[in-house]
């Protein structure tokens, strides 16, 4: 049976580095605070003349050199990302321009942090089907153009980045197991960025509104998300016949220290088998579960024949996970 496997990974990240001591300066905040309630001590930010596709391209040029793969090779290039280049055309399309993958269709992916995990399962039903034999799937964000740097609670948290990664058809037993996606529109205020849509155009009211700056009820999303986030990995453990031993790494999205803690608890996964970077990274929101598993692929941390579990919430909300094999 055919599997969408992953066969190579890479990530982009800014230069500039934002530390907890530099947000003491800017905001009514402390290094202390911010490292209690989100486990986050620094965070990358794009330049000025950085936007979402130059770091979605660096990383889709890594994850093609470590699959071997060229870009006229590609069949779809998906990019998830709320933060696009412009309202239109999509950054997926921007993006096969700069690596000239004239072959492969394109297309944006709008499911916030979990937009990786629904990407890959997308791309798991067109290699299912046999509607495409090599994707690139790529999560990419600059979410510091959206953040309030007045606002302690979400400006702590944001990052830039991207990561990606190539897929392409398997029978050897490696690849997606499963994967499964859900989400709940009655979450929509928990998270959101009401200003620049059909709803508030942008206009003067809207910028003195501040409505282009995201907004978050932070205590209401920790609930949900620990909550979601665990029963869906529980699901694709159930369905796939696994169990939480049976996994050798678990990658949640980066969203908080203490949601990776509140998961992995009640999960029964012990922490040597949960990675985190969010001390480094902060939340880049799409990117940050490719983000992760790059890091994971270079450093050791992913074996042939692992047991992986991918799970991950975002605005929406949404949620979702996939097992699949190394």
Partial sequence: MLRAAIVGTGHALPQRVLTNTDLEQMVDTSDEWITTRTGIKQRRIAAEDEYTSVFAVEAARRA????????????????????PDMTLPSTACLIQAKLKAKRAAAFDLVAACSGFVYALSVADQFIRT??????????????SRYVDYTDRATCIIFGDGAGAAVIADRDDG????LSRIQSDGDYADFLYTPGGGTRYPTSYKSIDERLHYIKMRGNELFKVAVKNMCDITQRVLDESKLTAADIDLFIPHQANQRITDAVADRLGLPQDKVYANIDRIGNTSS?????ALDECVHNGRV???????????GAGAT????????
């Fill in 64 to 83: 093609l050199e470590a699959a071997s793969v060229q870009p006229q090779e590609l069949d779809l290039v998906i990019c998830a990302t709320v933060c």
């Fill in 130 to 143: 046999q509607q495409a034999k090599r994707i690139l799937i790529i999560g990419a964000e600059v979410l």
């Fill in 174 to 177: 490696s690849g997606v197991i």
């Fill in 287 to 291: 990117a940050s579960i490719p983000i």
């Fill in 303 to 313: 074996k042939k024949g692992d047991l992986i579990v991918l799970t991950s919430f």
């Fill in 319 to 326: 949620w979702g996970s996939a097992v699949l094999r190394w």
